[in-house]
């Protein structure tokens, strides 16, 4: 069966410094992979999607980026974090395909301070 | 563009009874697939139930149903017999497959939290 993980669960940083998030997906070959955002009590913003390694799409533009460097590996990445960047990051699995619903990670929370 | 709207903010229903949680959508694309989402405290997204626009029959998954609603473009979410562990925010969310042959990414809706009450 399928698995994802994602790391760390929770993590506090200062404003201005870097940030690195993974994920990993176990049990697939070739997912599509997802970062969401979700601000505290909102529902969820779609801010990268990958169909394949090194292929990314961004959907919304900010100091945050996104890297695939291995099939099931997905990484969301800043060189200078801002107090906006709080939040609940998700990442997500899925099949290609209309009916194919997305798989989440447990999620890391981020705050900036 | 697609959106999705989920109106009830919060939802309060008595321990065994059944509640239906409210989405509505727009989209022009004739092609489009729904799904509804739990996301307990503890924040990870649990997938519950898929729709999809040509399906003849409205999706159930044990207690968990939808109620299709094409022509009013609404997609609720009934959830049968309530649990305790019910309690938690439930996300209406869609993709669409539009006419490039592509499906689009899933656009989610803002929310609602339900709690079970003893």
């Known amino acids: 069966s399928q698995t994802i993980h994602q790391w760390p669960a929770t993590l506090v940083q200062p404003v201005g410094s870097p940030l690195s998030l993974e994920c990993t997906v176990e049990?697939?070959?070739?997912?599509?992979l997802y970062w969401y955002r979700q601000a505290a009590g909102r529902g969820l913003q779609l801010l990268f999607y990958s169909v394949g390694i090194g292929q990314i799409s961004s959907e919304v533009p900010q100091n945050l980026s996104a890297s695939r460097p291995q099939d099931r590996q997905f990484i969301l990445s800043s060189k200078k974090l801002l107090l906006s960047d709080s939040g609940f990051y998700l990442c997500?699995?899925?099949?290609?395909?209309?009916?194919?619903?997305?798989?989440f990670g447990n999620g890391t929370r981020l705050t900036v301070t | 563009a697609q959106k999705i709207t989920q109106t009830q903010p919060g939802m309060f229903v008595q321990e065994k009874e059944a509640v239906t949680l409210d989405c509505t959508y727009d989209?022009?694309?004739?092609?489009?697939?729904l799904f509804w989402y739990k996301q307990p405290s503890s924040g990870e997204m649990i997938f519950l139930i898929y729709q999809g626009s040509y399906d003849q029959q409205n999706a159930t998954e044990g207690r968990y149903s939808l109620n299709f609603q094409k022509a009013r473009k609404s997609a609720n979410l009934v959830i049968s017999a309530s649990q305790l562990g019910d309690s938690a925010m439930y996300f209406c969310?869609?993709?669409?497959?539009?006419?490039?042959?592509?499906?689009?990414?899933?656009?989610f809706g803002s929310g609602t939290q339900l709690t079970v009450l003893p």
């Open positions: 989209t022009s694309d004739p092609s489009y697939g």
């Open positions: 997500a699995w899925s099949l290609g395909g209309l009916r194919s619903p997305l798989h």
């Open positions: 969310a869609m993709r669409v497959w539009d006419s490039s042959g592509s499906a689009r990414q899933l656009t």
């Open positions: 049990g697939t070959s070739n997912p599509n």
